[in-house]
């Protein structure tokens, strides 16, 4: 917690660009600190796939976990793909809380990534 305030960073496919806002504008005015990502790559922002910019973006995504006290995933529909994934597997590992948008299809999936 900075201030009082918890610190939470999204997770999930960035094809879910109206979501991820959604889910950062009703974070915030639950009184959350939101990080999110920086570029919507199955969106639109194509920079993503530039070289090198891909990794870079999903190592900062795990510094980003780094900051925050829980993560939040943005699994519209229970999509959950190999990025998010990772980024739920490196959260655990860390012992840091995940939220899910929607409660996934299998009660496993909570704790079996």
Request: aromatic share 8%; net charge negative; hydrophobic share 40%.
């Amino acid at each position: 917690m900075i201030g009082g305030y918890r610190v939470v960073t999204l997770c999930g496919s960035t094809r879910f660009r109206d979501a991820f806002m959604e889910a950062q504008k009703c974070l915030t005015l639950e009184g959350c600190i939101v990080i999110s990502v920086g570029l919507f790559g199955h969106s639109g922002d194509d920079e993503v796939w530039a070289e090198g910019v891909k990794e870079m973006l999903d190592d900062m995504h795990k510094r980003k976990i780094d900051m925050a006290d829980e993560i939040f995933v943005v699994n519209v529909g229970g999509y959950v793909g190999d990025s998010t994934r990772s980024e739920i597997n490196y959260a655990r590992a860390a012992g840091k809380k995940v939220n899910f948008l929607e409660e996934p299809a299998d009660p496993g999936d909570h704790h079996d990534w």
